[in-house]
């Protein structure tokens, strides 16, 4: 019996003390986990990042630090830890491959929240679809179109794409163009344009507008306008502009051409 005793002795103390040590490393690892979480979440929101992310990236932190907690309370008991680190890796490697597209929307996700190229509201344009932002997770990006269809859009997609943001910019140039006959006084013409922009207190003086002519078309001289507004006044201001220009130089004696083609006619002798 005390032969059995001092085997079971020298079994079990050096066996209590890995469990012991396991159990501590684990303690302490969760009270660090729970702390680099709080962290990165402190972190984050005082740098104003979008708050769909924040929690994530926290998470993400938590979990990471349990990992390597996980691997040391294996190494901690007397595990080998190489082969299994080995297998995990390929394990992760073989996911990988197969959730590449996932993969791609969401490290796309983690972009748009982080550099923030657009905000929710905004107008933009972009893999071919323009609408309001609408939200933007982690794997999708969603847009109201004018027309009030909901549009989802892969984050791949989104940020692997041109993006036009309507919304950043606090004025934008309209550009219009007016067409006058080759009969009219080009002079009169711009005259009665610079006329109508100045007396519409919508457009701005800075920057100045640019009125010209552009080419001799077909069928008129073209004269480009492009006035500066603010951006909230964009469309509105687009089509009062349309409507002013065509009344006003109308009324100052211009005429606004229509397509016209010259058809000649040849007779054959002999032929009725």
């Avoid at 065509?246 to 229509?258: F, N, W």
Wanted: glycine residues 8%; proline residues 4%.
């Amino acid at each position: 019996m005390n032969e059995l005793v001092a085997n079971l002795s020298q079994i079990l103390i050096p066996w209590g003390l890995k469990v012991l040590a396991a159990l501590a490393i684990l303690f302490v690892g969760r009270i660090v986990a729970g702390w680099a979480r709080r962290s990165t979440r402190a972190l984050l929101e005082r740098r104003e990042m979008d708050p769909t992310l924040t929690p994530f990236v926290g998470s993400l932190v938590y979990y990471l630090v349990l990992a390597f907690v996980f691997i040391a309370v294996l190494g901690a008991v007397g595990i080998q830890t190489a082969s299994l680190i080995a297998v995990l890796g390929a394990a992760g490697l073989a996911v990988g491959l197969a959730l590449q597209g996932t993969l791609s929307n969401f490290a796309s996700g983690v972009m748009l929240l982080v550099f923030r190229p657009f905000q929710k509201g905004q107008f933009i344009e972009v893999a071919g679809v323009s609408g309001s932002v609408d939200t933007v997770g982690i794997f999708t990006t969603t847009l109201n179109t004018p027309d009030n269809i909901h549009v989802i859009l892969p984050n791949s997609k989104v940020w692997g794409d041109t993006i036009k943001n309507y919304a950043t910019n606090e004025i934008r140039r309209i550009d219009l163009a007016v067409g006058i006959s080759y009969d009219d006084d080009i002079g009169l013409g711009m005259n009665t344009i610079r006329k109508v922009l100045s007396s519409e207190d919508r457009v701005l003086q800075e920057p100045e507008p640019t009125v010209a002519v552009s080419e001799l078309g077909n069928s008129s001289v073209n004269i480009v306008v492009r006035p500066w507004g603010k951006r909230e006044d964009y469309w509105a201001l687009r089509w009062d502009l349309t409507r002013a220009l065509k009344e006003e130089l109308e009324a100052a004696g211009c005429s606004i051409p229509y397509p016209q083609r010259d058809v000649h006619m040849f007779q054959r002798k002999g032929v009725a």
